[in-house]
């Protein structure tokens, strides 16, 4: 009898998938030309003839656009993505260090990892977000699974929700990542947006959020960037959070944190987990996505976590076994190497400190950005008030500029960045800041 509930509820949580599916399909191909019904055609002709080119993404596309262009003026402002003053990407030099204890232990093996990832790494990943003397890790009331970066992780917590939780409604800021809307849409959640951005006093619009979370159906998901909003840079204040947070437990909306950018906002790990902590500190349940990508500037390997913190400590070990069944079909167990990386750098304190000082360095040399492109337009009266500059957080700038303005800037001074305005000041330095500075003059006074 079990067994056959078991089956139904399968099967219409398959069902529902489908019809999502099927749906997001419908719009990929009004928006995109695709059609994968294409029937087999005769000898000769290819049986995807009909397969529309796709546009390319968004932000990685901006990096495809880069590449092409021969300039040696270019400048790549679109991909979050840590470059040094030479203009170079940064491997930590604890991470190297790490790396090469890692080679160094011949008892290391390439065996698969279990479905949920490496056990040193998860306990460390969930302390470092939680901290260490989180009651919710004591109480293991927390179940943490590596999966592949932020967007594994995030996309995990997704598929687990559209499966398990009753309310698939999801709530995202607007605007936030374009990833978002994808990654929920696909794993069966429906997406809504609450309002988050105010563009005319470029601040955070809290009255508009909380009549928007205040509307939102009982239990349904908000998805919250920890720290770092992107693209805005805006941040609530912790007097915010705590409005944010009475508003979604008094209403029991269920909080999904994607944290990708601990340790970049303030320079400080535990500064920038305040509204995690804030929220695990109720007692209540709470997802958080980590991603180790910029923190650690492991991008490529592919590093993060996600955490479910749940009432009960039985609870907690039941979800841990059905995000196996997530897992498992998707794609088997994660890759060994970067998570090995960065659970050598957490268990050493010499190792973590390190980090920590070139983690504050890399948030610094931001910070200096934001001033040197601040004076830099400054000093040449570009029209407008440019003070959001230094005041938003994280490594991107939301300058405001319109479309027009970017491609005319991709167009006439070769600066690549997404087509909302805005810029990875990780990819500045002192060298180019003028350039940019030309670039954005030129723009707000040539282009409407
Ligand atoms: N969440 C947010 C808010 C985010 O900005 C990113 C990446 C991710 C998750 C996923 O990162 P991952 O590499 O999966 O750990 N953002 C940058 C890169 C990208 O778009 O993939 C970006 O916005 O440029």
Redesign the pocket.
């Known amino acids: 009898m079990e067994n056959v509930d078991k089956l139904e509820m399968n099967s219409s949580a398959a069902d529902r998938r489908l019809s999502t599916l099927a749906r997001h399909l419908a719009v990929t191909i009004n928006n995109e030309g695709s059609s994968i019904f294409s029937s087999p055609t005769s000898a000769g002709d290819s049986a995807f003839a009909n397969v529309a080119r796709a546009p390319e ?1 968004p ?2 596309g901006v990096t495809v656009a880069y590449n092409k262009d021969p300039s040696p003026v270019k400048l790549n402002l ?4 840590y470059r040094t003053e030479e203009g170079k990407p940064l491997v930590l030099n604890v991470v190297r260090k790490a790396e090469q204890l890692l080679v160094n232990d011949r008892s290391r093996v390439k065996e698969y990892l279990p479905i949920v990832g490496l056990a040193d790494f998860n306990k460390l990943s969930a302390k470092l977000i939680l901290g260490a003397d989180s009651p919710a890790i004591h109480g293991n009331l927390v179940t943490t699974v590596q999966c ?7 996309r995990v917590g997704a598929e687990f929700l559209a499966r398990h939780y009753r309310e698939r409604t999801i709530y995202i800021p607007n605007p ?5 809307t994808k990654v929920f849409t696909l794993a069966g959640l429906t997406v809504k947006t609450y309002r988050y951005y105010d563009p005319v006093t470029r601040g955070l619009n809290i009255q508009g959020l909380l009549e928007d979370l205040e509307s939102a159906p009982t239990g349904a998901i908000v998805l919250l ?1 920890a720290c ?4 805005t840079g805006v941040d609530p204040t912790l007097q915010q959070w705590e409005q944010i947070r009475q508003m979604i437990r008094s209403k029991s909306l269920l909080p999904f944190f ?4 601990q340790g970049f906002a303030s320079g400080s790990l535990d500064g920038d987990a305040q509204s995690v902590r804030m929220f695990v500190g109720d007692g209540g349940e709470c997802f958080i ?1 980590q ?4 923190n650690m500037g492991l ?1 490529g390997e ?3 976590a996600l955490s479910i913190v749940c009432r009960t400590a039985d609870v907690a070990s039941r979800v841990n076994s059905q995000l196996k069944l997530v897992i498992r079909p998707m794609y088997s167990n994660p890759p060994i190497h970067g998570a090995s990386i960065v659970a050598t750098i957490l268990k050493d304190r010499n190792l973590y400190h390190e980090w920590t000082l070139e983690l504050k360095a890399m948030a610094d040399r931001i910070i200096t950005m934001r001033k040197h492109l601040f004076d830099a337009l400054g000093a040449r009266g570009t029209p407008g008030d440019w003070s959001h500059i230094i005041k938003q957080i994280g ?2 700038t939301f300058t405001g500029l319109n479309r027009k303005q970017v491609t005319f800037m991709t167009k006439e001074y070769h600066i690549y960045m ?1 087509s909302d305005g ?1 810029i ?1 000041m990780a990819g500045l330095s002192s060298r180019t800041v003028p350039h940019l500075a030309d670039a954005i003059h030129a723009a707000v006074t040539t282009v409407v």
């Open positions: 993404d932000i990685l679109g991909v979050g993505a592949l970066s932020g967007t594994g992780s995030l936030t990542w374009g990833n978002h960037h770092a909003h992107n693209p994607d944290s990708a950018y996505a991603s180790y990508a910029k991008y592919r590093v993060g490594m991107f997404t805005r990875s």
